[in-house]
């Protein structure tokens, strides 16, 4: 027997390689797509899609060869675990019915099901990889033909459409299709093969084992949240046989062997000894009637607990999907050599690592009102590593800056009546660079010496530039400088005492808002 959580959590440590396997296509494809170059219908730049098509598979192939390599180990040692763990499990349950246990390796029929189950799902998880190979290539030939209608429609720019190319290649990564037309994520299908994989292969043990101790019931596992189908059989005794007059037969009251049934898809369900006379079972009529009714709270809305665990779900889903968007325009910006397309990118960046803090926040609300646990597994993106993650958080500040900036200097042209171009927190220019109209400051009588000029733009709040960036004129707390962009000269200078009504005012509202 194994438990929820343990089925639950089975796929963890090796799920981050199949996420990076999906994470390296996106990146492999992002870059080739920027580098791709000029997106035209002549025959020289098709050459060049060609080209690119055999690059990227080759280059898929060999994440494909690296994932198989490096997971062969872990799976095994997850199966191998399962099955130990399991039949101790049962074997405590045998024991405190007086039974003689032996342990799963003098088992021949358990080893025999381990390994067998270990194979199918091996090959399994291999037949799904080697499928990303050919839906990454796919994945780039619709992004690059996306492109390309778009510029020769004059619909978008070379730069829109590059990044518009990149965002739907980041959006459809690396699908596994199956043959019904049923398509996930490298990663959810890996998951579900793993989870499905163990669950199925220790209920072969699980059987095995009982028709060697000559038992015929088991009690099957239970856990808030269950899919509504598997409410009604879940915590409930049955019989192996069929032949027991009190409990009913197992495979048919539980669909076990089918994929909707006991230790079907994605089934945290399992099964295990039980005695009557000797077992108390495990779950009470109010246990599972608990299970069944448990529901939660959110913004007022009352969900059932397995609702609840769907929005969840959504919600993560959601985040991974924006994460592996970041790291295709991460990819992309390295990639560029157009020094505009990179600023463009930079820009899809910083947005849509704004747009991730906001999902974040929404999950963190979500889970403290539904009182869920937060299963970081499911949000993670393994080629979203550290370093990934502080460059969103900066990237999501600058974007909140920007947005607090924005409200700021709306207030400071409607109640201070200032026109032109205002910068909070200006960048500050070479200095050095600038001569200065002493004369010219001196005839006004402002008697501002050069050195104090220079630290009325160091330390300046606000920038307002005019005519069409001629002049720039710069605002402190001790006094301003306006100075001609074009002939590298302060033209001016004067302290704070003599601003007049609207500088007072645009100075007032900025220590008002400004945090």
């Known amino acids: 027997m194994l438990t929820p959580d343990y089925l639950d959590s089975v796929a963890d440590e090796i799920i981050d390689l199949y996420a990076d396997l999906e994470d390296g296509i996106i990146r492999d494809i992002a870059r080739s797509i920027v580098k791709a170059g000029e997106v035209t219908s002549s025959a020289g730049w098709q050459a060049v899609r060609l080209q690119h098509m055999g690059l990227l598979y080759d280059d898929i192939i060999r994440l494909v ?126 998951r579900r093969a793993i989870l499905t994989g163990v669950n199925q292969t220790v209920a072969t043990i699980s059987l095995s084992h009982a028709l060697m101790m000559g038992s015929d019931l088991v009690e099957t596992t239970a856990h808030a949240g269950a899919r509504p189908s598997h409410v009604t059989w879940q915590g409930r005794v049955f019989s192996l046989s069929g032949r027991s007059a009190k409990y009913p037969e197992f495979t048919s009251g539980t669909g076990y062997g089918t994929g909707e049934g006991l230790c079907g898809y994605n089934c945290r369900h399992s099964f295990y000894p039980y005695f009557d006379g000797l077992s108390a079972p495990a779950y009470s009529a109010a246990k599972l009637d608990e299970y069944s009714q448990k529901s939660v709270s959110y913004n007022g809305d009352i969900l059932t607990y397995y609702d609840a665990t769907q929005v969840q779900r959504g919600m993560e889903r959601k985040i991974r999907e924006t994460k592996r968007e970041l790291v295709g325009l991460d990819a992309a910006i390295e ?145 301003a400088a306006f100075v001609d962009a074009a002939e590298s000269k302060i033209r001016t200078a004067f302290s704070a005492l003599e601003y007049d009504e609207k500088t007072r005012k645009m100075m007032e509202v900025l220590r008002r808002y400004a945090k």
């Open 65 to 190: 060869s690296e994932i198989t390599d490096a997971s062969s180990a872990q799976i095994r040692g997850i199966f191998e675990d399962a099955g130990v763990t399991s039949v101790d499990a049962d074997n405590a349950i045998y024991r405190s019915a007086g039974l003689d246990v032996i342990p799963i390796k003098l088992m021949p029929d358990a080893m025999q099901a381990l390994e067998a189950g270990l194979r199918k799902t091996s090959g399994h998880l291999a037949n799904l990889t080697m499928t990303t190979a050919a839906q990454g290539q796919q994945t780039f030939i619709r992004a690059i033909t996306l492109a390309e209608m778009q510029i020769e429609s004059g619909a978008y720019g070379y730069s829109a459409a590059i990044r518009n190319a990149v965002k739907k290649a980041s959006a459809d990564g690396a699908w596994v299709q199956f043959p019904s037309g049923h398509r996930d994520r490298v990663d959810v299908a890996a």
């Open 335 to 479: 990639a560029a050599d157009d020094d505009s397309l990179r600023g463009d990118l930079k820009g899809d960046y910083n947005k849509t690592a704004s747009d991730l803090k906001t999902l974040e926040r929404r999950l963190k609300d979500f889970l403290r009102q539904a009182g869920l646990q937060k299963d970081s597994s499911r949000t993670q993106v393994a080629g979203f590593g550290h370093s990934q993650a502080q460059k969103a958080v900066w990237a999501a500040r600058r974007v909140q800056t920007d947005r607090e900036n924005a409200i700021i200097i709306s207030k400071i042209k409607k109640e201070a009546g200032i026109r032109g171009t205002v910068e909070l927190n200006p960048t500050i220019p070479d200095v050095k660079a600038l001569s200065f109209d002493d004369e010219h400051i001196t005839a006004r009588g402002h008697s501002v010496t050069l050195d104090q000029a220079l630290e009325y733009i160091a330390s300046a709040k606000i920038k307002i530039t005019r005519w069409n960036g001629k002049y720039e004129n710069y605002y402190s707390d001790s006094g």
